[in-house]
């Protein structure tokens, strides 16, 4: 079984907004801190945002505050990053992540498959 899966990537223009999913069973999802994570071609995987077991506290990554926010929702098991005002340079395949610390890539422990998003001018 597939501890998460990531949806809603697509293709969008510009400016235009997406809101990812990721759906995780009850025993991956709780009590754990979650992630994103985008990669683009030739790039490294980048953090894009986090939030924890309880979803107190968030973070983001410079680049993309006041653009992008993450959220869980216990009832469904699943969380949710929005992200608005959409550019070129977004385009990655995005990864969501679970069991680790903020931007600290190597410390989450399962990984989704990645949902692709592609932003045209």
């Known amino acids: 079984q597939v501890p998460l899966v990531e949806s809603g990537g697509g293709l969008v223009q510009a400016e235009g907004s997406l809101r990812l999913s990721c759906a995780a069973d009850a025993r991956t999802f709780s009590s754990k801190n979650m992630g994103w994570f985008r990669q683009a071609p030739g790039r490294e995987r980048e953090f894009v945002a986090a939030?924890?077991?309880?979803?107190?506290?968030?973070s983001y990554v410079d680049s993309m505050k006041g653009r992008v926010a993450i959220s869980r929702d216990v009832a469904k098991n699943t969380n949710y990053l929005q992200i608005n005002g959409l550019k070129p340079e977004d385009t990655a395949v995005y990864y969501c992540?679970?069991?680790?610390?903020?931007?600290?890539?190597?410390?989450?422990?399962?990984w989704g498959q990645g949902t692709q998003v592609t932003v045209s001018s």
């Open positions: 992540a679970v069991g680790g610390t903020t931007d600290q890539v190597n410390s989450y422990t399962a």
């Open positions: 939030i924890t077991w309880n979803g107190r506290s968030t």
